[in-house]
Nanobody, 120 residues
Framework: VQLQASGGGLVQAGGSLRLSCAASGSIISINDMAWYRQAPGKQRELVATITSGGSTNYADSVKGRFAISRDNAKNTVDLRMNSLKPEDTAVYYC???????????????WGQGTQVTVSS
C-alpha cells in the first residue's frame, strides 16, 4: 500500500493549484485523510483533514482559500488551493489512515511530498 501525491508547481500570488493524492494496493478502507505542509526551516503543519464521511477541518491560515475533498471509490484526496500567497510555499504531504491486511489493522501512510512555490 502506498500514497502518491501530484500536482505541485510554481504559481504567482493570487493563483490556484490543485494537489491530488492516490492510495493504491490491497486496501480495505481509508479513514481520515489529510494534507500537511512543511516550509523551509519550519515544522510540518496540518493544512486540512477530511473524514471518511466527508467532514472537514482547516488550519486558520487557509480557511476560505483551500478546499479538501475525497473520492472514496477511487481512494483519492484532493486539495484545491485558491488565492495563493507566498507564505503558502512549502512541500505538501498527504496522509491517510488505511485499513488493510488479514487483521484489518489501520496503518498511517504518507505521500512523498510535492513542492508548491508561490512567487510574489
Amino acid at each position: 500500500v502506498q500514497l502518491q501525491a501530484s500536482g505541485g508547481g510554481l504559481v504567482q500570488a493570487g493563483g490556484s493549484l490543485r494537489l491530488s493524492c492516490a492510495a493504491s494496493g490491497s486496501i480495505i478502507s481509508i479513514n481520515d485523510m489529510a494534507w500537511y505542509r512543511q516550509a523551509p526551516g519550519k515544522q510540518r503543519e496540518l493544512v486540512a483533514t477530511i473524514t471518511s464521511g466527508g467532514s472537514t477541518n482547516y488550519a486558520d491560515s487557509v480557511k476560505g482559500r483551500f478546499a479538501i475533498s475525497r473520492d472514496n471509490a477511487k481512494n483519492t484526496v484532493d486539495l484545491r488551493m485558491n488565492s495563493l500567497k507566498p507564505e503558502d510555499t512549502a512541500v505538501y504531504y498527504c496522509k491517510a489512515d488505511i485499513i488493510y491486511g488479514s487483521y484489518y489493522l489501520q496503518y498511517q501512510h504518507w505521500g512523498q511530498g510535492t513542492q508548491v512555490t508561490v512567487s510574489s
